[in-house]
């Protein structure tokens, strides 16, 4: 084991606080939050169980852990919710000096389309 693994290395937390592992040397029993997501679940509320700790830009850095036996499966969205984000969306993309629907979002530091912008006659 290099000195770098060895540094990283402390399955009991004693000397970290959590159940600490390096770079690719977790055991399969947790999962991060993106593992989890791509998994279709999510950690739940339970507390971090251990983290994964390495040298990167910075200094160390730190990624947290979650045991997979108490993720709970991934909420879905209600039809509802789906409408009201389709509607938020759809706002963000119609200018409010024409009115027409853009198929980019309207930048908030001009507050209108770039064609009124520009002062172009609209499309």
Same mark, same amino acid.
């Given at each position: 084991? %290099? +000195?770098?693994?060895?540094?990283?290395?402390?399955?009991?937390?004693?000397?970290?606080?959590?159940?600490?592992?390096?770079?690719?040397? !977790?055991? !399969? !029993?947790?999962?991060?939050?993106?593992?989890?997501?791509?998994?279709?679940?999510?950690?739940?509320?339970?507390?971090?169980?251990?983290?994964?700790?390495?040298?990167?830009?910075?200094?160390?850095?730190?990624?947290?852990?979650?045991?997979?036996?108490?993720?709970?499966?991934?909420?879905?969205? %209600?039809?509802?919710? +789906?409408?009201?984000? %389709?509607?938020?969306?759809?706002?963000?993309?119609?200018?409010?000096?024409?009115?027409?629907? +853009?198929?980019?979002?309207?930048?908030?530091?001009?507050?209108?389309?770039?064609?009124?912008?520009?002062?172009?006659?609209?499309?």
């Amino acid at each position: 084991m %290099s +000195r770098v693994r060895a540094a990283y290395w402390d399955p009991e937390g004693t000397r970290y606080g959590l159940p600490t592992f390096w770079w690719g040397g !977790a055991p !399969a !029993a947790y999962a991060t939050r993106r593992q989890l997501r791509a998994r279709g679940l999510r950690p739940g509320g339970q507390p971090i169980a251990a983290q994964i700790l390495w040298r990167g830009v910075g200094g160390t850095r730190a990624a947290y852990l979650y045991r997979l036996d108490l993720a709970r499966p991934k909420r879905t969205a %209600s039809p509802a919710q +789906r409408r009201a984000i %389709s509607a938020a969306l759809r706002a963000r993309r119609t200018c409010p000096a024409c009115g027409q629907v +853009r198929p980019y979002y309207i930048p908030r530091s001009l507050g209108e389309c770039l064609t009124c912008h520009d002062g172009r006659p609209g499309r």
